[in-house]
């Protein structure tokens, strides 16, 4: 690429003409601003005193040095200390000639040999279907691993259930006390709506113990712990660690209902994992490590039987580790995964994609591997994302005020569909054809808008925002890379060009040579973004791209051009362009249509 030309050009230029030492990976370029003629600007200010010289003469000096040394240059200017470098032509259409045959641009080859990056993401409980805030969990999830490997990491997609608990109880018991038998073949529901059903079911019915032990006097504290739900729902746990067959028996009907479903969803979302933890597997040997942390001294044990981690001295409180009857909370297990992980993989990173309402328990589990000592606890980094809102507030599972996953799904397929229709420009697809892009529309706008938002910032939800046509949406970007399909299949079609490469006499303007700046800095934020763990830079690249196309193209009448060798260049350069959509919007897990 043209900047690593440029920074040698600048630094030895530096070296020869001054006597300095400057390593090219110090010269910083920078984009040169809308007003200036350039592409690219160095700032000579930090050069003028170990130069002896002032900053326009440097610059200027500077300029003519590296011109004469750099055929890629076709002239400078100097605005104070600022030299302004303009990239010849040439080099533009030799790009776009590697780019437009190139149909990984902008990825790496992966090292599949490499110490695997490990990424878990999703994680839902078996009590409850997946709704909106799984959602972008799920997304964001995915779309790093994607950004990752896009990047050349060697990346393995993981997936822990919280399989058993005291919610998983919960949901349980009250099939057992409200359920009268009821499947999910006998209600029509998919498995793991049903036991989100119980789920609420018991709440609701728990609420109104704590309500009724309340009127006789008691606290609530208390009447919360007293209720008899409460009390049966723990007594539960404890028979399911005891292994007793009935309640194991239950557990694992109920749970298998919602592992179908969960798999239904999320092909519909289209994200998948390379391993799947359960929970029940892993609890075990996150005992075994709390053993181990009391014989060492890093853990205690209190009277009543429970243990900690007492955290104090790094600015943290107690941590519960086990409960005062044996029974393990989420660090437990948490503790044994990232052990069983770190044995299986040899990681060398582990990432949990979690809400940032966990960030001080990926703190206490950092911490406490390291005291058990592994020293491998530095690669455990929690990717810590802002929850999602809607107009009416934030989302409560056990008061069923959620936005179901399916529902969502399903609603904005509808309104891709609707849109559609509108617009009256799908009448030779059939309904097999509609269905799929109304589908894939759907995902698009919503991946997009969840994506495009950096990953810790809370973000409000708009489902009809999100699947406009117009602005910075998923359906905006999938209607320009098939707008720009549509250009390619008339061009090579109805005007027989060959595609063949742009001879390098070709003009070309200031909007086109836009698009392939736009293009050529794809490789590079790529890789910002791998580095920031951050989909939204994607996101808004992409966004940019394609206003950059569609400014260019509103200027150029492409099927219209009288010129063989500029239409040549104006097909190809639709090409690149499309290539470079559908391997950003890749990245965040979107599909683009040949045709809508």
Request: negative net charge.
């Amino acid at each position: 690429m043209i900047e690593s030309k440029l920074q040698n050009a600048v630094a030895s230029a530096l070296n020869n003409l001054y006597g300095l030492n400057i390593e090219a990976d110090s010269v910083v370029l920078q984009k040169t601003k809308k007003e200036f003629s350039g592409d690219y600007t160095v700032v000579v200010f930090p050069y003028v005193k170990q130069a002896r010289k002032a900053p326009e003469a440097l610059a200027n000096e500077l300029g003519n040095a590296v011109a004469q040394n750099l055929h890629e240059i076709k002239d400078f200017n100097v605005i104070k200390g600022f030299l302004n470098f303009t990239i010849d032509d040439s080099y533009w259409l030799n790009f776009a000639n590697i780019i437009a045959d190139d149909k990984t641009f902008g990825l790496k080859d992966v090292d599949s040999n490499a110490a695997p990056v490990v990424i878990e993401y999703s994680s839902p409980n078996t009590n409850k279907p997946l709704h909106l805030g799984h959602i972008r969990n799920n997304l964001l999830g995915w779309s790093v691993s994607q950004l990752l490997t896009a990047n050349g990491r060697n990346v393995k997609k993981v997936n822990l259930v919280n399989d058993r608990g005291i919610h998983i109880c919960k949901s349980m018991l009250a099939w057992l006390r409200y359920g009268n038998g009821e499947t999910p073949e006998s209600s029509g529901m998919k498995g793991d709506h049903l036991v989100g059903k119980y789920y609420v079911e018991f709440d609701r019915h728990y609420k109104e113990e704590i309500k009724a032990l309340m009127e006789k006097g008691m606290e609530e504290e208390q009447a919360k712990k007293e209720a008899p739900l409460m009390v049966e729902a723990q007594q539960m746990l404890k028979r399911w660690e005891e292994g007793d067959e009935e309640i194991r028996s239950l557990w694992k009907k109920m749970n298998n209902w919602v592992y179908a479903g969960f798999d239904e969803t999320y092909k519909r979302m289209g994200v998948s994992f390379d391993k799947i933890y359960y929970e029940s597997n892993t609890y075990l040997l996150g005992k075994e490590l709390v053993q181990k942390g009391l014989d060492m001294g890093v853990l205690f044990r209190k009277e009543d039987g429970s243990v900690w981690c007492d955290l104090t001295d790094a600015g943290l409180d107690q941590k519960l580790l086990l409960r005062k009857d044996g029974t393990s909370v989420y660090m437990t297990q948490d503790l044994g995964t990232a052990l069983l992980r770190q044995r299986e993989f040899g990681a060398d990173q582990l990432i949990y994609v979690v809400g940032n309402e966990q960030d001080y328990h990926f703190q206490v589990l950092k911490i406490v591997l390291e005291r058990l000592g592994f020293n491998w606890a530095e690669k455990v980094y929690h990717l810590s994302y802002g929850m999602v809102e809607l107009p009416n507030g934030k989302m409560k599972s056990r008061e069923g005020t959620v936005v179901d996953a399916d529902d969502l799904i399903s609603e904005m397929e509808q309104t891709a569909a609707e849109m559609c229709k509108e617009r009256g420009k799908n009448e030779d697809m059939n309904q097999e054809q509609l269905d799929e892009l109304y589908h894939m529309l759907a995902l698009g706008a919503l991946k997009y808008f969840i994506l495009k938002v950096d990953p810790t910032k809370t973000m409000l939800f708009n489902p009809a925002e999100s699947i406009d046509f117009n602005g910075n949406t998923g359906p905006f970007i999938q209607y320009t890379h098939a707008r720009i399909r549509s250009i390619i299949r008339k061009a090579v079609g109805e005007k027989g060009v060959s595609l063949e490469k742009v001879p390098a006499t070709t003009s070309i303007n200031d909007k086109e040579r836009e698009v392939l700046k736009q293009l050529h800095d794809m490789p590079g934020v790529i890789e910002q973004a791998a580095a920031a763990y951050s989909p939204a830079m994607i996101a808004n690249f992409t966004y940019d791209l394609a206003k950059a196309f569609n400014s260019f193209y509103q200027d150029t009448p492409i099927l219209r051009e009288n010129d063989p060798e500029r239409m040549l260049f104006l097909v190809r350069l639709c090409n690149a362009v499309s290539t470079g959509i559908k391997n950003l919007m890749a990245i965040l897990g979107i599909d683009v249509p040949e045709r809508m």
